[in-house]
């Protein structure tokens, strides 16, 4: 909940993110430049610049397939949502590594003629109509553009800018961003390659990145409780638990979030107001729900957070028709105050029996 | 159900979830280490082609042809460089000789520069201006062309520079569009043949008639090809001037 844009609001979890991260992906730079040519023995090794580009290349790859990775793991498991917390972090951190990889491409490959680097890059190879031999590049360049937009585009003060939903729909640029690396190596290093390791990996990597969308898709979708009619079922009363939510997926594709607090429930959206979290899969902390990505809370009866912050979400009437919890599919206006609707008592307990005295069973 | 550890993001770790996010962050570190080593240790070799600086600057005399590319055909040699070897020239960067040249053939020129060398195949990048090619005095041997047929050969046009050594590696697709534009700034073509021809691996390679390799088969560099032309032997270089029209993919 920010009332100001600084560049980067530290924490501590936000230091110990970045210091993982930059350690995995120094290390990876180490042993690709320094450890594994001492492996290769070559007796010309691979020029200098060709193998510094490879490895930022290759890191961007890896660093990339992670990124697409946390997302559909974080769904699968909770436990993973810490890793989506300042995932962003990572994307910045991978459209540094992409730029250096193409650094070395242009200033090598494409440097020392009497052309301009830049226009080298975009006439040398011409060869649009064949796959074998198609200029390459300008996938990648396609991927380093989408990568730097996303880079410089991911600081709060854009999201705030450009609203929530706009931010994420312009940030799905992400998976074009990978096809385009996919198509970028598929008709460039593969195509070159004696050595299948790197192919190996690489699709082993593509291969995550699709079997953990699919598996969370599928994970989604047997758990959505799309209904017709005018009101949309939600759980029975006794499934829900004080502090969490019950999600339901409305008609129109809307997810709400039917929270069991202090006895009473209410029902505001799913979507955070800030990068549109998961409000639901958030918890009760101090009467206040909070979303699990990066900690915004909201009073679930009003789709409020607290003052002095602003941000609001919409809210939803409930009503229960015999056990079932059920949500009406037309959404307030962020920010409506709705009457929590508590529990139905328990029915009693019918008394034991007791036996009379000098009776015998 | 059991109480799940909530994460909130300004907040200490919860106590349950640290162990699996630290094992979580050492797998990921481990895992990146891992890719480094595997994607490293996968690179293949090079092949022999390299500047030879540690050959010292060659200077040797012989009488330059055009083929069109720039050849000289030695006369006057030097330990390693012998009389009657022919070899390519080329300029620093992504540059031939060819304005250097033009004035000087089928003359007596000294030329000075460092020796690229890979296998058979060996090339020198000339000193700037006329300390790297100036014309000699002396007597100008005859030069003969010694026609070798027709030959349809199998292989890879490459760049003659980056393919004698000035990048390693220096050829495949990924080469391409640097290839191209060493070609366009009249770095002479060499085709690598997947046999040998005549004892070459290497051969010049030319338009017919003795003209530059035509614009159309630049689509066709860096990529295994099969096609048709002429072979002739200048020197002890093979030249051959390929028919555009017969080139074909080899899937």
């Given at each position: 909940m920010s009332v100001k844009y600084i560049p980067v609001q530290w924490n501590p979890n936000k230091w110990i993110y970045d210091a993982v991260m930059l350690a995995g992906v120094a290390l990876f730079l180490w042993v690709f430049l320094y450890l594994t040519p001492e492996v290769l023995s070559h007796d010309q090794p691979v020029t200098a610049q060709i193998r510094n580009a490879r490895a930022f290349g290759a890191c961007a790859f890896v660093m990339l397939t992670v990124i697409l990775c946390i997302g559909p793991a974080a769904r699968l498991d909770r436990r993973f949502l810490p890793l989506l917390y300042n995932r962003r972090h990572f994307g910045v951190m991978t459209a540094f590594v992409a730029l250096t990889h193409a650094g070395y491409i242009l200033n090598w490959y494409f440097a020392f003629s009497s052309s301009d680097k830049l226009v080298g890059l975009l006439y040398a190879n011409a060869s649009l109509g064949q796959i074998a031999g198609f200029p390459f590049e300008l996938f990648g360049i396609f991927a380093l553009i989408c990568l730097l937009i996303l880079a410089a585009t991911s600081h709060d003060f854009w999201l705030k800018f450009l609203t929530p939903p706009v931010w994420k729909r312009l940030h799905y640029l992400i998976y074009a961003a990978y096809f385009a690396v996919a198509a970028h190596v598929s008709l460039g290093i593969l195509q070159d390659q004696k050595n299948h390791v790197f192919t190996v990996l690489f699709m082993l990597g593509a291969g995550a990145v699709i079997v953990l969308h699919l598996a969370a898709w599928l994970r989604e979708r047997s758990e959505a409780a799309a209904k017709d009619g005018a009101w949309a079922e939600v759980a029975r009363v006794g499934d829900f638990r004080d502090g969490y939510a019950k999600i339901a997926k409305l008609a129109n594709g809307d997810r709400v979030a039917v929270y069991l607090m202090e006895g009473q429930l209410s029902a505001i959206s799913n979507a955070c107001a800030h990068?549109?979290?998961?409000?639901?899969?958030?918890?009760?902390?101090?009467?206040?729900?909070?979303?699990?990505?990066?900690?915004?809370?909201?009073?679930?009866?009003?789709?409020?957070?607290?003052?002095?912050?602003?941000?609001?979400?919409?809210?939803?009437?409930?009503?229960?028709?015999?056990d079932m919890v059920e949500v009406h599919p037309d959404a307030n206006p962020p920010g409506t105050y709705v009457e929590p609707v508590p529990l139905p008592e328990p029915p009693p307990e019918p008394e034991p029996d007791v036996p009379e005295d000098g009776a015998t069973a | 159900m059991s109480e799940k550890p909530f994460f909130v993001g300004y907040l200490p770790a919860p106590g349950p979830l640290r162990t699996f996010l630290l094992t979580a962050c050492v797998l990921l570190i481990a895992g990146l280490g891992s890719a480094g080593f595997l994607m490293g240790a996968a690179q293949d070799d090079p092949g022999p082609g390299a500047f030879r600086f540690d050959y010292g600057r060659q200077t040797v005399t012989g009488v330059v042809e055009l083929t069109p590319y720039p050849i000289l055909h030695v006369t006057e040699g030097n330990d390693r460089i012998q009389p009657g070897d022919s070899f390519l020239m080329t300029a620093g960067g992504k540059s031939g000789v060819d304005s250097r040249a033009e004035p000087l053939a089928g003359q007596l020129a000294q030329v000075s520069g460092v020796v690229l060398e890979r296998g058979d195949l060996y090339m020198l990048q000339l000193r700037g201006g006329r300390n790297g090619l100036q014309a000699a005095e002396g007597e100008v041997p005859e030069i003969t062309a010694e026609p070798q047929g027709r030959w349809k050969l199998a292989g890879e046009i490459c760049d003659g520079k980056c393919l004698a050594g000035a990048m390693r590696p220096g050829r495949g697709l990924a080469h391409k569009a640097c290839a191209n534009l060493c070609l366009l700034g009249d770095v002479p073509p060499i085709f690598v043949s997947t046999q040998p021809v005549l004892g070459e691996e290497f051969l010049l390679v030319t338009g017919p008639g003795g003209t530059r390799l035509p614009r159309a088969a630049y689509d066709y560099v860096a990529q295994f090809i099969t096609a048709e032309g002429e072979i002739t032997k200048r020197g002890d270089l093979l030249v051959w001037e390929i028919d555009v029209d017969t080139i074909e993919v080899t899937p």
């Open positions: 990068q549109n979290g998961p409000l639901g899969e958030g918890k009760i902390i101090d009467c206040l729900v909070t979303c699990p990505w990066h900690g915004f809370q909201y009073d679930v009866r009003n789709g409020r957070s607290p003052a002095p912050f602003t941000e609001k979400v919409p809210t939803y009437r409930l009503r229960i028709m015999g | -």
